[in-house]
């Protein structure tokens, strides 16, 4: 009898002994979550798992959407609500760039896109994960990566970019930016553009008389003024003091016309800026030249040296440095 019991007595020793390993196990993998959760907590950084055949995502360390302000279960936890969350235009490089991964064609699934926010606000995340698990054949079973949201660094990014190209007065251009898109301009398909050169007239006596801080609010005021009637091929920069430049890329002469008159009907009259009328005008200088052939130096030397002779015939005028072709 008792020969007959000890097989069983020794497989619950077993089961037993598998049962408490079981425990510690358990115990072991709630440590090590533990341990991510706390790693991870107060960064914006969350551990996705892909299960492929099922497409099912699940978060870790967050519940699913929590990041673009959802709640649970109000958007699928799926590949195809992920990509419902997509912005559309950085859907297109995202997908291909996870399906690719997926393929075997690429190290790891590594991008950095937009999604969009329940609110409707988009949020930059920072993206990556690769596969961890594959079948007898050599296919992916299952994948893991983490996601982060940048959005923060990125308009640090955006401010810092706008204080390198921007003039922090009136924030037009500044005249490093104009310098690097006249440089650009090599690539357009135009072969020639034009430089306008543009000097306030009477602007000293505005700041020896009412003050340079009311001085720079109608540099401001006047910078808004030549912004909002520029063509849509044309850019405009504070070049410095009173002094403005634009780059046209185009040499059209009814276009060049029509863009400095417009620019010059505002000043016929008096401006009226914080309650004082102040008479001020524009004397620009026109420089038309060849794409690519031309230093920005020498081009702007020539729209400067036309603005001067306005200034000496009589102010609040254009002038041509040479004539159209």
């Not at 408490?20 to 115990?27: E, K």
């Not at 009907?265 to 620009?284: H, Q, R």
Request: net charge negative; with cysteine.
């Amino acid at each position: 009898m008792d020969q007959k019991q000890a097989p069983s007595t020794e497989w619950q020793i077993q089961l037993d002994q598998l049962e408490q390993q079981n425990r510690q196990l358990r115990r072991a993998l709630r440590l090590s979550e533990e341990k991510l959760a706390a790693v991870l907590e107060g960064t914006d950084t969350k551990v996705w798992q892909l299960d492929v055949a099922s497409q099912a995502l699940k978060i870790f360390n967050a519940p699913w959407g929590a990041m673009l302000g959802y709640c649970q279960d109000e958007i699928e936890a799926t590949v195809k609500g992920w990509e419902s969350c997509l912005h559309p235009d950085d859907k297109e490089e995202v997908v291909s760039a996870f399906e690719s991964h997926l393929r075997g064609e690429s190290d790891a699934f590594e991008v950095v896109h937009r999604m969009l926010h329940k609110d409707g606000s988009n949020s930059w995340i920072s993206d990556r994960g690769r596969v961890v698990e594959f079948d007898q054949q050599g296919k992916p079973l299952r994948m893991m990566g983490a996601h982060r949201d940048i959005t923060q660094e990125k308009l640090y990014q955006q401010r810092l970019a706008k204080l390198i190209d921007h003039d922090p007065l009136t924030g037009l251009l500044n005249r490093a930016a104009l310098i690097k898109n006249y440089r650009a301009l090599s690539a357009a398909k135009s072969s020639k553009a034009a430089l306008l050169f543009i000097d306030l007239d009477n602007f000293k006596y505005v700041n020896d008389h009412y003050g340079h801080k009311f001085g720079d609010l109608v540099l401001c005021y006047i910078s808004d003024l030549l912004k909002s009637m520029l063509l849509a091929n044309s850019i405009i920069c504070r070049f410095g003091g009173d002094e403005f430049v634009i780059l046209h890329s185009s040499a059209e002469q009814s276009q060049l016309i029509e863009l400095a008159e417009s620019l010059l009907a505002p000043f016929k009259a008096p401006l009226s800026v914080e309650g004082e009328s102040i008479d001020i005008g524009l004397s620009i200088g026109i420089s038309v030249f060849e794409v690519g052939t031309e230093s920005f130096s020498d081009v702007c030397q020539r729209a400067d040296q036309a603005m001067y002779q306005v200034k000496k015939s009589g102010k609040n005028n254009l002038q041509f440095c040479s004539v159209i072709t």
